[in-house]
């Protein structure tokens, strides 16, 4: 099936500033992608350009297979929920949401019932006649979220939609964007620097760094398989580890130990080997200074599981293991762990 959206080797630049790398992906109609990165690696300028708002320096960007690059802002049918929500306050819900449809000068009768439509998508049926200033910052969200809605856009852009609310709230209407994504078919492109919002809600992520996209795959690939050490470490909780190719093994010094290499790469070759906490199994040793065994630091209770922060005196590392609350109680700050490694991945890059 052709992309709704591809991006073919697109860079932005801010004068001498490269703001987007040399970016290509493509979104399938009706995927809800993310783009995942820390505070300045490009995403909302990505945004920008997609929208129409920001012009691409070189690449292209196609809309269904055609070029866009000559097609302004206001004819792309494409929505876009700002990162600083930008709602009118001196203006009721019901003209806020109504915005898009009064420039387009829709009859009234056709934009009450859009507007009618959109509130009550996204919950808020009966609110029209409030003030923004009456509302909760979780119901303003809903908003801004219909107002983008009510123009019937084929992809909508979400620029960290969720950054300001509190996290109960966040989590509330993550599973209600998702629903809503799903029930209307919309194609979402959404930003989030929160690893875990972009985990539950998207079919694929895109991880950005320093303007350029990593790694672009399902949630459980990106976090199962992340193809470089900024992956790894910016997704979940990693170790990232030093290590050196020897005879087909790769020696990690702070594991005190060789792990297999399925690539068997040649002797003396530096890699990086990602272990997730939860993969790293601790059990009693007498002593922490030998190969292999480390000393508890510190421990950290989250709920579901505990974290144990551990130092490796032989290798002069530290490492973090998510353990059952359980065996983090048979544990002590001081007590002394054997190091054992369920899985792992090894980086070269
Ligand atoms: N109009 C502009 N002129 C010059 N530089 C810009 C402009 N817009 C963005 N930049 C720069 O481009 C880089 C990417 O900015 P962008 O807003 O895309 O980041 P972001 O990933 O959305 O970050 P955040 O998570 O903080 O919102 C930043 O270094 C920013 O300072
Ligand atoms: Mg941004």
Redo the contacts with the bound molecule.
């Keep these: 099936m052709r992309p709704i959206l591809s991006a073919e080797r697109v860079q932005k630049r801010?004068g001498a500033?490269t703001?987007v790398d040399d970016v290509s992906f493509d979104v399938a109609e009706g995927e809800f992608l993310t783009f995942l990165?820390p505070?300045?690696?490009?995403?909302?300028?990505m945004l920008r350009m997609i929208a129409g708002f920001e012009a691409v320096s070189s690449g292209r960007m196609l809309l269904d297979g055609a070029d866009m690059s000559r097609v302004p802002a206001y004819r792309r049918p494409v929505g876009m929920v700002f990162?600083n929500l930008a709602l009118f306050p001196h203006m009721s819900v019901f003209e806020n949401v109504a915005f898009g449809l009064s420039v387009e000068r829709q009859p009234r009768d056709r934009i009450h019932q859009r507007v009618g439509q959109s509130l009550e998508l996204v919950d808020l049926a009966g609110y029209g006649d409030r003030m923004v200033h009456q509302l909760s910052g979780g119901q303003r969200q809903r908003v801004a979220l219909a107002r983008s809605l009510v123009i019937e856009p084929r992809i909508l852009l979400l620029d960290?939609p969720l950054g300001a609310l509190d996290l109960k709230l966040r989590r509330q209407l993550q599973t209600e964007l998702r629903t809503l994504q799903q029930r209307t078919g919309t194609t979402f492109i959404f930003v989030t620097?929160d690893q875990e919002e972009a985990m539950s809600m998207s079919d694929r992520i895109a991880v950005?760094n320093a303007g350029k996209i990593e790694q672009i795959a399902p949630p459980s690939e990106v976090y199962t398989r992340p193809s470089s050490v900024f992956v790894a470490d910016f997704v979940g909780e990693s170790n990232v580890l030093k290590g050196c190719s020897r005879g087909g093994r790769i020696e990690v010094e702070a594991l005190g130990t060789a792990l297999g290499d399925p690539e068997h790469r040649s002797d003396g070759q530096q890699v990086w080997v990602s272990v997730r906490g939860e993969n790293l199994r601790l059990s009693p040793a007498e002593d922490s200074d030998v190969p292999g065994c480390a000393k508890v630091e510190m421990l950290e209770y989250a709920g579901l599981h505990a974290k144990a922060h551990l130092s490796v005196g032989q290798a002069d590392a530290r490492l973090t293991a998510i353990i059952a609350p359980s065996e983090a109680e048979i544990l002590s700050v001081g007590s002394r762990v054997r190091l054992e490694v369920r899985e792992y991945v090894v980086l070269t890059h």
């Design positions: 801010f500033f703001a990165g505070s300045g690696c490009g995403k909302t300028t990162q960290e620097h950005f």
